[in-house]
Nanobody
Framework: QVQLVESGGGLVQPGGSLRLSCAAS????????MRWYRQAPGKERELVAY????????NYADSVKGRFTISRDNAKNTMYLQMNSLKLEDTAVYYC??????????WGKGTLVTVSS
């Protein structure tokens, strides 16, 4: 049974930090590229960050570049998103996505991040 389970969300003040995790099971994690997406209330889902299957390549949305860091541990079947200097506009549900360029892919159910004073 394929599962992607996000965790680490919560309430944080502006300028604070959170670390999200995405635990994978039921498929060969190391063969999948991974992405973090987010969806704010009333907005479309947007791509936040990407990491290749080996972890050797990463990319970020301009809105989070320099503040967020994506990483993965293939031995633990887990991906991470370190979020620093959080802003009010980072408030969203954050989803992890596993995919291959062949079209196979899986989604987690999301974890809520609320940035508020």
């Amino acid at each position: 049974q394929v599962q992607l389970v996000e965790s680490g969300g919560g309430l944080v003040q502006p300028g604070g930090s959170l670390r999200l995790s995405c635990a994978a099971s039921g498929f060969t994690f190391s063969m999948y590229h991974m992405r973090w997406y987010r969806q704010a209330p009333g907005k479309e889902r947007e791509l936040v960050a990407y990491i290749s299957s080996t972890g050797g390549t990463t990319n970020y949305a301009d809105s989070v570049k320099g503040r967020f860091t994506i990483s993965r541990d293939n031995a633990k079947n887990t991906m991470y998103l370190q979020m620093n200097s959080l802003k009010l506009e980072d408030t969203a549900v954050y989803y992890c996505n596993a995919f291959r360029f062949s079209g196979m892919g899986y989604w987690g159910k999301g974890t809520l991040v609320t940035v508020s004073s």
